[in-house]
């Protein structure tokens, strides 16, 4: 099987820099992926997440792609029960206006933060997930030039081409909707490490073919840890497991630890147990481990496209992972 490999970017603020720091290396990171031939370059949404800066995707998408060159470039994703699906679709179109055939729209369920951030996004509402696949189909409409029943608007500007939408998930649940309403679908690995194959089956299973897409198209999303060697990957993802487990435990930080640091951390045997199970979620080792690793998970979840997130630091092991993950699969 010929994989193909694609990028998430999370914005991670790490040690010693600021959440400017974080937006440009976002940029960065994109304009080296892009000249080593990665498929795509997608951004996530979080708010109020003091170690993460990116909070609005789909700016990010206009800045990645304006300084990138062959690389599609999209949202991984819209938290689109916080917003109009018109204005999330008008937003895409003018996207694609500006750079055709390059974007891409992901969209998800998640709240992208604390139970506050659904109350602040919403107007002192909280948004109703239960209308979630009503919302995906009205997106569509608008973004194919149609009107949902009951509207009389059209998103503009239209054009001769259309932005494709997948749905990420970390359940079978969006497998289905995305299945049904023809999107691509992405499953989330670093979300959910226990995660089962039969989500990705589940999603074509059930495909039915749209205007925006005739086949069917899944990928998954893992953290990667690429080191010279073995040891030298533990030690960088030292700084993972402990951000992680953090999060875990409900304990905010404003960055992510350097591995001199983290490395350094005696954990009790509890939380060795949580790192235990956060690496479900993880692919740690050497180029060739690695790359024996995705193409192990490539062939179990049935899909040709494996999305990567590393997040190491300093930044320079952000970006000599994705070099060394290149060179393995020889792009």
């Known amino acids: 099987m010929s994989i193909e490999l694609s990028v998430l970017d999370q914005s991670p603020i790490l040690q010693g820099h600021n959440e400017r720091d974080a937006l440009a290396q976002t940029i960065d990171l994109a304009k080296h992926v892009d000249r080593l031939g990665y498929k795509r370059f997608w ?55 500006l750079y055709p ?28 997930v ?18 949902p029943e009951g509207y009389q608007v059209k998103a503009t500007p239209q054009g001769d ?5 997948f749905l990420l998930g970390s359940s079978g649940g969006s497998a289905s909707v995305a299945g049904q309403l023809g999107t691509g679908y992405t499953f989330a690995q670093f979300i959910n490490g226990d995660g089962h194959p039969s989500a990705v089956e589940r999603y074509y299973n059930s495909f039915i073919p749209s205007p925006l897409m005739r086949e069917p198209h899944a990928s998954i999303a893992v953290f990667a840890v690429v080191g010279d060697t073995e040891e030298d990957a533990e030690f960088l993802a030292s700084s993972l497991d402990q951000a992680l ?3 875990n435990q409900g304990k905010i930080r404003e960055y992510f630890p350097t591995p001199e640091e983290a490395s350094q951390n005696k954990y009790n045997m ?10 479900k979620r993880m692919i740690v080792g050497d180029a060739e481990s690695v790359k024996q690793q995705i193409e192990y998970l490539a062939d179990l979840f049935n899909v040709n496209e494996v999305m990567v997130n590393v997040i190491v630091s300093p930044f320079d092991k952000r970006l000599e992972s994705y070099t060394k993950l290149a060179k393995a699969f020889n792009m």
């Open 270 to 279: 509890y939380e060795m147990e949580a790192i235990r199970e956060n690496r």
């Open 161 to 165: 081409s259309t932005p494709p939408v």
């Open 245 to 247: 487990l953090l999060l």
């Open 101 to 128: 055939d390059r974007i891409d729209l992901g969209i998800g369920r998640a709240p992208g933060g604390m139970p506050g951030v659904n109350y602040a996004l919403n107007r002192g509402q909280y948004p109703d």
């Open 43 to 97: 951004m996530s949404e979080h708010h109020s997440t003091k170690s993460l800066a990116g909070s609005a995707p789909e700016i990010l998408v206009s800045s990645v792609a304006a300084n990138t060159n062959q690389i599609r470039v999209g949202t991984g994703g819209v938290l689109l029960p916080h917003y109009s699906p018109y204005k999330v679709a008008e937003t895409f179109r003018v996207l694609e206006g």
């Open 130 to 147: 239960q209308t979630y696949p009503t919302q995906v189909s009205h997106l569509i409409d608008y973004l194919v030039g149609n009107s």
